[in-house]
């Protein structure tokens, strides 16, 4: 049947950033659909309560925590994963965040700003070319990249967030060329999506209002929605598709709004 299309029976799914939100979502996702999981964060008890959720449902599941961009840990990680599975067949890189690098230009350094390029997009490769031995084993390896509607979108404050982003798409699609045929490499580019970092928004109707008036679906997007386009990815489902970046932005046209900007900079720390 068709639906079989999405199943991830006998496969390894390695999810970092999956402690919350999106990651965490894409993590059991992944599992209802048969996959096992190694769950990746920096806090151990968000990826502990990920992992249990995963085998309630009855699969198998790795918590590690690890700081994407210490390359070290990241070796460590997938020793970790080669002992426990000997094997891997999906990777998804969803760590990210705007980070030190969130601030105009005047404040935000050349450390800053590598800060955040080393979250959001050098952790990603480094990841990837330290998996690749495990996925070149799989018989149908795939790699997920999570990007951002800030990859096209222009607003200010986000130099840094939205180079790292734009990167990651283009690395995106040189990988898939490169990959191919044995793996397939995609992206995602959600745009503004509920989750514990932006209850901000949610928890004021003003913000949330001004918010979802740019957004033609009228709401914010669920970690569901994005679950759903990484299982579409990630799974037999899409294998005609690689080198692809899939917005998942409920057909977003422009970035929220000064409320949004002026929130975030009364919330940095003093000096951004």
Known sequence: MIIDRFRLDGRTALITGAGKGIGARIATAFAEMGADIICVARTQSDVDEVAEQVRALGRQALAV????TDEAGLAALIDSVEVTFGKLDILVNNAGAPGKGYGSLKKVDKAR???TIDINLTSAYTLTH??????QKAPEATIVNVSSALAWMVDRNFS???AAKAGMNQMTKVMSYELAPKIRCNAIAPGAIETPSTAFITQ???MLND???WIPMGRLGQPDDIALAALYLASPASAFVSGKVLEVDGGMVALPGSAIQTTLAMSAPEGQ
């Open 211 to 213: 918010t979802t008036r």
């Open 65 to 68: 925590s690890c700081d994407v």
């Open 113 to 115: 700003f590598e800060h």
């Open 204 to 206: 004021n109707e003003q």
């Open 130 to 135: 330290l998996a690749l031995p495990l996925l």
């Open 160 to 162: 840094a967030y939205a």
